[in-house]
């Protein structure tokens, strides 16, 4: 298996599911209400809703970069505020998170294996860094949200 391939089939997992650490974003996120998305169990800290735009526009922005864009943020900011909290907002921002997961898949699928070792734009490091550090990013939110759902159990 090529190095890219093996990034995808990781992102893919953590995504989709049968990751090797456990349930995936989607398996984790199956019967999150906008209510409990939006709950903040422990004071001063991210709730699943905040954790969940995190990653996704994450994604946007390592897609970005991939597609030759220098970027240090995303627009959103780091943490995008919950503006509402309805459920259809939150199935909209599960939705983005499909979204943008689908477009850096695509995105990295289309990349030829002869750029990873190309640095990132605007940054100091390869393209296999970030994209191996993508992955780390993300197992590590879903701990984060699979503790966060199940303290509200």
């Known amino acids: 298996m090529s190095e890219k391939a093996n990034i995808l089939e990781n992102l893919k997992k953590l995504q989709e599911g049968n990751a090797w650490y456990g349930p995936s974003l989607r398996d984790i996120l199956t019967n999150v209400s906008a209510e409990k998305a939006a709950a903040r169990p422990v004071p001063g800290t991210h709730t699943i809703w905040e954790l969940v735009r995190h990653i996704s526009v994450w994604e946007k922005v390592f897609q970005l970069r991939l597609e030759g864009k220098a970027m240090n943020e995303p627009e959103e900011g780091d943490f995008p505020a919950m503006k509402d909290t309805s459920a259809a907002a939150w199935d909209a921002a599960k939705n983005d998170l499909e979204t943008n997961h689908q477009n850096l898949m695509k995105t990295i699928s289309n990349l030829p294996d002869s750029r990873l070792s190309e640095t990132v ?27 966060l759902k199940k303290m509200q159990s």
């Open 121 to 147: 734009p605007g940054k100091d490091y390869p393209i296999r860094f970030m994209l191996v550090g993508l992955i780390q990013h993300h197992v590590y939110h879903a701990g984060q949200i699979s503790l």
